[in-house]
């Protein structure tokens, strides 16, 4: 029987975040995916950057790497080149991944290692204080656009597509089975896997844009109109082993 409890450092606990939030479904969701996969702890390897999703790194009792801001694809990239029979999976967020860390994200995908990419879609940088994301919706309000934001959002799914990653998804914390099963999915891929998961952020962003309770905001997930699920599949070359090439060439080997 799946126990969350085996997955968890108990002595992190409780988390820091606000009430509502829809990190921790994203959590239990990665948790089931990785039992239902039968993967041992032992062999995973959890980077993140900073923000509020990223935190979730130290809660969970395997290999893991809090990094520097907008950085864990740049730390996963050189530990899956050192270690590339580890699970690496990567806990970002949309200012992490996309603002900070944009530039890391569109190579990673180019090279198409073998790495899962999490990045938590809230439409804000929560941690920091509401600033204005490159996901937050047009007209919304944040603490650097206080009579609203005049700027398009980005689609990450369709960017890290046309970037060359192999496998793109969707998902959302209203339905926590699928994307579990999503991230399986992601996991067991081979190349770069992004999966885009929508949540929510009562605190920081619902209260200021009156988007409702936690509850009513997470009703609001049902009616997105972006498609949800396998956007993107395909196969190519994985950038550790092709990089294997280059040091057996170097080496004489072949």
């Not at 996963?76 to 270690?83: C, D, E, I, Y």
């Not at 970037?163 to 994307?179: D, E, H, M, S």
Request: proline share 5%; glycine share 12%.
């Amino acid at each position: 029987m799946f126990d969350y409890h085996e997955y968890f450092r108990s002595e992190m606990m409780p988390h820091m975040w606000c009430k509502g939030c829809g990190n921790g479904i994203v959590l239990k969701a990665l948790l089931r995916a990785i039992h239902r996969l039968g993967l041992s702890k032992d062999r995973i390897a959890m980077v993140s950057g900073i923000g509020c999703s990223s935190r979730l790194t130290g809660y969970v009792d395997c290999n893991t790497l809090h990094t520097t801001h907008g950085r864990p694809l740049a730390f996963a990239t050189g530990l899956k080149l050192a270690r590339p029979e580890l699970t690496v999976i990567v806990i970002t967020g949309d200012g992490d991944g996309l603002a900070i860390g944009g530039n890391h994200l569109i190579h990673t995908a180019r090279r198409n290692i073998d790495l899962t990419c999490l990045l938590f879609n809230n439409q804000i940088y929560g941690m920091t204080g509401g600033q204005l994301a490159p996901t937050t919706p047009e007209a919304l309000f944040s603490t650097t656009t206080p009579y609203g934001n005049i700027e398009p959002n980005f689609d990450a799914c369709r960017l890290v597509q046309a970037a060359g990653g192999t496998f793109v998804a969707r998902g959302t914390v209203y339905r926590a089975i699928p994307l579990e099963k999503l991230i399986a999915e992601g996991i067991q891929h081979k190349g770069f896997s992004f999966i885009e998961v929508l949540t929510t952020c009562p605190e920081i962003h619902g209260r200021r844009n009156k988007l409702g309770t936690p509850a009513e905001m997470l009703q609001a997930l049902a009616k997105t109109t972006l498609p949800t699920g396998v956007i993107h599949q395909a196969s190519g070359p994985e950038y550790t082993e092709a990089y294997d090439g280059i040091i057996a060439k170097a080496q004489g080997r072949t």
